[in-house]
């Protein structure tokens, strides 16, 4: 690994420390993300019903009001005995219970197991007062009269006697009240994410409603009258409009509400005017596309004079590659976020999860916002340049029984064929100019859900 001058440190935002300095009017990747998530705040709470708060981030901690289960019951569908009463039995010595009665999931009062009685019981049974033990049906005649019981159909017990051929332990097969959550405890803690098992444990203890912060509504707008909506007709110079799409599945990755809007064409007014009206649904706006110098560059044109609209849009210079035009600022009365990304494909998404991403999950309430980040030994063919003073992000993929990274595809902001191949971002620092298979590398990965 060749340098220029000292290292800036790890090259992942999420493990960053310390502020690069920021040289003329280019913008560090640190700079810039600091100060978008300086400028974004959590989500103010709103209860929700269960399943609506899927997805949504817990903004109390939830305490258990009832034990889980609530009561001891059943793990097998067998027989509720006292354990005392069977020990030394097996195949040549059955120990033969009298079987007073039955209990199934949500019987209220079981009958009562006394001295060489058992109940048969089936499995979320709650367990009858006097006994300590399931034998499991297997371990039975099943109340028949014909040897061991393998398997029996639902409801086909046979009351009268019942014959044992092994003995349980005191306490087997019985699932304790309180054994999954103590009334009284922490379940789930302000901050937690809020995936299936976790809708299943607050239904578990009875939470119809939860507090939570609301997932982000995001407004996805591109930008370039050459761009054509997916199953159109192309014409010449025309292409099809991936940004928005990419951006929009992103968002939704991160746990954003998403709207997305067809693309603008390059006129500033009308994406003004656009924005304008996205205000009102739109907790964070991502555009893509016209900040960079060009005579064309529509979001900068149209938010660099916002006219009667309140807010301010700063366009800067950012040392990274790709993704070097960035655009942030506030837009409206309620000082609405907007990112402005620039528009070649690799560059747009790249951005996003450096930038976006994080403010996501920033909003979402979520304690680290950040991808998790590993260290790898790069693989592939020859050295790689990488230039001075900017960190650069390729595209790999990541192998984490070996611990390895492979580049796929070049350093092109174009190269969308690469970009789908790729689960990991190969972070080579501001002042590493080259790298060679061997050098180990900060990788951010892509492809773990948090």
Same mark, same amino acid.
């Given at each position: ?8 440190g ?12 920021r040289l ?27 399943l609506?708060?899927h ?11 009832i ?38 999931a ?29 034998v ?14 393998e ?5 086909s017990?046979?009351?009268g ?19 999954d959550?103590?009334?009284?405890s #922490? ?64 968002a939704? +990755?991160?746990?954003?509400?998403v ?21 009102i649904?739109?907790?964070?706006i #991502? ?18 004079n ?16 790709p ?9 409206? +009365?309620?000082?609405i ?8 494909p ?10 976006v ?26 050295p ?32 969308t ?12 620092p +501001? ?15 892509l492809?773990?859900?948090?």
């Amino acid at each position: 690994m060749r340098t220029s001058g000292p290292t800036s440190g790890s090259g992942s935002p999420r493990t960053s420390t310390g502020r690069c300095e920021r040289l003329s009017d280019i913008w560090s990747v640190n700079d810039h993300l600091e100060d978008i998530l300086a400028a974004v705040r959590p989500l103010e709470p709103i209860e929700l019903q269960l399943l609506d708060a899927h997805g949504c981030v817990l903004a109390e901690d939830v305490t258990v009001p009832i034990a889980l289960p609530p009561f001891d019951n059943s793990s097998m569908d067998g027989y509720a005995v006292r354990s005392a009463d069977l020990r030394g039995c097996d195949h040549s010595a059955p120990a033969r219970l009298v079987v007073t009665g039955e209990v199934v999931a949500g019987t209220g009062d079981p009958p009562v197991v006394g001295p060489g009685q058992s109940v048969r019981i089936m499995t979320g049974g709650p367990v009858p007062q006097g006994a300590d033990a399931i034998v499991p049906v297997e371990w039975t005649d099943g109340g028949s009269g014909h040897g061991p019981a393998e398997t029996m159909a639902p409801g086909s017990v046979a009351y009268g006697q019942v014959q044992v051929f092994r003995a349980p332990e005191p306490g087997q097969y019985i699932r304790p009240r309180g054994s999954d959550i103590a009334a009284g405890s #922490v379940a789930l803690t302000a901050g937690t994410l809020i995936g299936a098992p976790q809708v299943g444990l607050l239904a578990g203890i009875g939470r119809a409603f939860v507090r939570v912060r609301p997932r982000p509504r995001v407004v996805v707008v591109s930008t370039g009258s050459e761009l054509v909506r997916p199953g159109d007709e192309l014409g010449p110079g025309r292409i099809y409009d991936s940004n928005s799409f990419t951006l929009s599945a992103a968002a939704k +990755e991160a746990g954003a509400v998403v709207y997305r809007v067809s693309a603008v064409a390059d006129d500033a007014r009308a994406l003004r005017t656009v924005l304008e009206d996205q205000l009102i649904r739109a907790d964070l706006i #991502v555009t893509s596309g016209g900040v960079s110098v060009g005579a064309h560059d529509v979001v900068k044109e149209a938010l660099s004079n916002l006219g009667r609209t309140p807010g301010h849009v700063d366009f800067r210079r950012v040392a990274m590659q790709p993704g070097k035009p960035q655009g942030f600022g506030v837009l409206g +009365e309620a000082r609405i976020p907007l990112l402005a990304l620039p528009g070649n494909p690799v560059s747009s998404y790249v951005s996003f999860e450096v930038f976006v991403r994080p403010a996501l999950r920033r909003m979402s309430g979520l304690p680290n916002p950040f991808r998790p980040g590993v260290r790898a030994t790069l693989e592939g063919d020859g050295p790689r340049s990488s230039p001075p003073g900017k960190r650069q992000f390729l595209r790999g993929v990541h192998d984490s029984y070996r611990r390895t990274v492979r580049p796929v595809g070049g350093s092109g902001s174009h190269l969308t064929g690469a970009l789908a191949h790729a689960d990991a971002l190969i972070v080579v620092p +501001e002042h590493t100019t080259e790298i060679t298979p061997g050098d180990e590398l900060d990788v951010v990965l892509l492809d773990t859900p948090v």
